[in-house]
């Protein structure tokens, strides 16, 4: 089998790649990120990628095609904070700029990834992609409020998860389409809001790529456009 991870260099992304290269099912492992990671595992063909330029995605994505077509991929790209960025206590908090940067980095970079990776799954047996989500997207469960930008941005990826999964459950019939929340992991991304999380749900990256690998292994094709936790169960709209 053949698998992409889109943003193999971050803490998630990196352990996601050590995970799978474990799995003897995986033939061809293909690993792209902005940069060349300090590290390499041995049978994985890394790859730079620019999210930046479209046409620079699809070329990327072009790159698979030399061992046939994709049967996993896995997009791992997005951002809760920055320099100058930071999630909102409250609504005098919002500034359009940093919400239309959250935005474009956590919904539309991976949607425009999905638009020229996902016509590479197999049409003739069990794909999936995967887009890492949150469950802080969901309008359901959104008990505290704040946080704006990090909410919406993941709310509009899990809107084009659902409706990517219907259109190409007409084209790749068995393709499965899902989000995952991979839970609190220790990054750098996280760093800063540890504090209010019970340190026994703060995971390791390597147990969270477990637990990722773990959910990707269990989906069926009824799990398509779904958004799904670490554990495995639904998170709700």
């Known amino acids: 089998m053949n698998v992409a991870i889109i943003g193999a260099n971050g803490s998630i992304g990196s352990s996601l790649v050590e995970n799978i290269s474990q799995d003897k099912n995986y033939k061809n492992i293909y690993a792209f990120a902005r940069s060349e990671p300090e590290t390499k595992v041995a049978n994985v063909r890394y790859n730079l990628i620019d999210y930046t330029e479209e046409s620079k995605i699809s070329f990327a994505a ?5 061992t046939g077509p994709l049967d ?18 409250n609504l005098q908090s919002l500034m359009a700029s940093n919400l ?17 990776f996902l016509p590479k799954l197999s049409k003739h047996s069990r794909s999936v992609f995967v887009a890492l989500s949150a469950r802080v997207g969901s309008i359901g469960d959104n008990k505290l409020g704040g946080w704006y930008s990090y909410r919406m941005s993941k709310t509009a990826l899990n809107m084009f998860i659902k409706t990517a999964a219907i259109e190409y459950k007409r084209t790749h019939t068995h393709s499965i389409i899902v989000g995952i929340h991979p839970g609190t992991v220790d990054s ?24 990722i690998a773990d959910v990707i292994g269990k989906l069926d094709l009824e799990d398509t456009g779904k958004i799904l936790a670490w554990d495995g169960l639904i998170i709700t709209p």
Do not use: C, R, W
Request: net charge negative; no cysteine.
């Open 100 to 116: 239309e940067h959250v935005l474009h980095t956590n919904t539309i970079i991976p949607a425009i990834v999905a638009k020229y």
């Open 62 to 66: 072009d790159i698979t095609d030399s």
């Open 188 to 211: 750098e991304l996280s760093k800063p809001y540890q504090n209010n999380v019970p340190q026994n749900q703060v995971f390791s990256p390597e147990y969270s790529a477990g637990k």
């Open 72 to 89: 996993l991929v896995i997009v791992t790209i997005g951002m809760l904070h920055s320099e100058g960025i930071k999630p909102e206590k």
